[in-house]
């Protein structure tokens, strides 16, 4: 057990509060690409020409693919605190966090020319999927 500020926290403590802010932050990114998807994206689809507007299309998409498998792969953690799954099942493939080849496709060109928002999107986005991905391979690891 370690201490903070003369309070025990356990180790369980400390993975509780780590999942809980991650999850927070991956929900609130999902609302944030939500409200830009519905709102901005359109106009600044428009400011380009048709490469332009197909980058920002294919990049929208990999941001929402992202932010998809993050969030699945969140609830099936979730589940697993809970209870409500098993060890096995959380690893099996079809509950591991997927898509990884679209997912961490990563083009400094095309992220120089994207609209400011989306471009932030993109990256915090992929800096998350990057942290769960780490996270999927060490509960892969610590099972083996």
Known sequence: ?????????SNEDTSTAYFSR???EALRLVVEA???VAGRLAFDREIGGPVHQLTCDCETLRLTTRLT???????IQRALHEGEITA??????????GAQDVCLADDADIAAR???RLGSLKS????????IA???EMTVRGAA
Do not use: H, I
């Open 1 to 9: 057990m370690a201490r903070a500020s003369g309070v025990r926290v």
């Open 22 to 24: 991650t999850f927070d």
């Open 124 to 131: 915090r986005s992929l800096a998350l999927y990057q942290r």
């Open 114 to 116: 994207l609209p400011k």
């Open 34 to 36: 939500r409200d830009y």
């Open 88 to 97: 096995e099942e959380a690893q099996c493939d079809a509950n591991r966090l």
């Open 69 to 75: 498998q993050v969030m699945a792969w969140l609830f």
């Open 134 to 136: 780490r996270l999927d």
